[in-house]
T-cell receptor, first 118, second 111 residues
Framework: GAVVSQHPSWVICKSGTSVKIECRSL??????MFWYRQFPKQSLMLMAT?????????EQGVEKDKFLINHASLTLSTLTVTSAHPEDSSFYIC??????????????FGPGTRLTVL | QKEVEQDPGPLSVPEGAIVSLNCTYS??????FMWYRQYSRKGPELLMYTYSSGNKEDGRFTAQVDKSSKYISLFIRDSQPSDSATYLCAMSRGSNYKLTFGKGTLLTVNP
C-alpha cells in the first residue's frame, strides 16, 4: 500500500508557541489530504480537508486561524498549531488519497504526531 | 445521537475465538463502510471496505453491512494475538468524501 509519513512523531512545546506538523505522501501524488485529531480513547475527528493548491475546508467548530493548513504540493501538507495551549495536546493524524475516478479512493494514514503543550 | 456508535469495549478473547465487532449509524446517506485497525500510537490501516449492503470476505475477516438496520459488523475467525489492536469502523457518503469514525473497540487476544 501507499506510504504516508508525518514529522515530527512527537513534539513538546510551551504554551503560546506555534508548532508545525508535516504530512508527506512518499510514493504517490495525493490530490486530497485530511487532518484528524484523536484524544485518548476517543475517535478520530476530522479537522479539515485540503486539496492541492486550494484553501482547506474546515469542519464546524475548528478554528481556521488557529490550525493553519497548507497543501502546497501533491506530496506535502502542513498543519501549524498557532499559539498552542494545553487543551490542544492531542494525537494529530493526517491521511492522503489520490482521486481514481469511479473506484474507491482509499485514505492512507500517517503514523500520527503526538503534541504535548506544557 | 452520534452519527456512528461503536462499543469501545475492551474486549478480551482467547486465541482461536471468533470475534464479532459492530457499529450502528444514523445517517442513511452513508454508502461506504470501512474497518480500520489501529495499533497503539500508530495511524489506522484499512482492513476492508464495503460499498452499500452485503458481505465481503478477506481471509479470516468478514465484513457485513445491513443498511436497512443501519448496522455493520466485522468478524474475525481464528483470532490471533497479533490481532490485538483497536478496531475502528468508518463511513462515508462517497468514495472521496470525509470519513466519520466510531470510537473504536479495543481487542485483546490472549495466547
Amino acid at each position: 500500500g501507499a506510504v504516508v509519513s508525518q514529522h515530527p512523531s512527537w513534539v513538546i512545546c510551551k504554551s503560546g508557541t506555534s508548532v508545525k506538523i508535516e504530512c508527506r505522501s512518499l510514493d504517490f501524488q495525493a490530490t486530497t489530504m485530511f487532518w484528524y485529531r484523536q484524544f485518548p480513547k476517543q475517535s478520530l475527528m476530522l479537522m479539515a480537508t485540503s486539496n492541492e493548491g486550494s484553501k482547506a475546508t474546515y469542519e464546524q467548530g475548528v478554528e481556521k486561524d488557529k490550525f493553519l493548513i497548507n497543501h502546497a504540493s501533491l506530496t506535502l501538507s502542513t498543519l501549524t498549531v498557532t499559539s498552542a495551549h494545553p487543551e490542544d495536546s492531542s494525537f494529530y493524524i493526517c491521511s492522503a488519497s489520490a482521486f481514481q475516478g469511479s473506484s474507491y479512493n482509499e485514505q492512507f494514514f500517517g503514523p500520527g504526531t503526538r503534541l504535548t503543550v506544557l | 445521537q452520534k452519527e456512528v456508535e461503536q462499543d469501545p469495549g475492551p474486549l478480551s478473547v482467547p486465541e482461536g475465538a471468533i470475534v464479532s465487532l459492530n457499529c450502528t449509524y444514523s445517517n442513511s446517506a452513508f454508502q461506504y463502510f470501512m474497518w480500520y485497525r489501529q495499533y497503539s500510537r500508530k495511524g489506522p490501516e484499512l482492513l476492508m471496505y464495503t460499498y452499500s449492503s452485503g458481505n465481503k470476505e478477506d481471509g479470516r475477516f468478514t465484513a457485513q453491512v445491513d443498511k436497512s438496520s443501519k448496522y455493520i459488523s466485522l468478524f474475525i475467525r481464528d483470532s490471533q494475538p497479533s490481532d490485538s489492536a483497536t478496531y475502528l469502523c468508518a463511513m462515508s457518503r462517497g468514495s472521496n468524501y470525509k470519513l466519520t469514525f466510531g470510537k473504536g473497540t479495543l481487542l485483546t487476544v490472549n495466547p
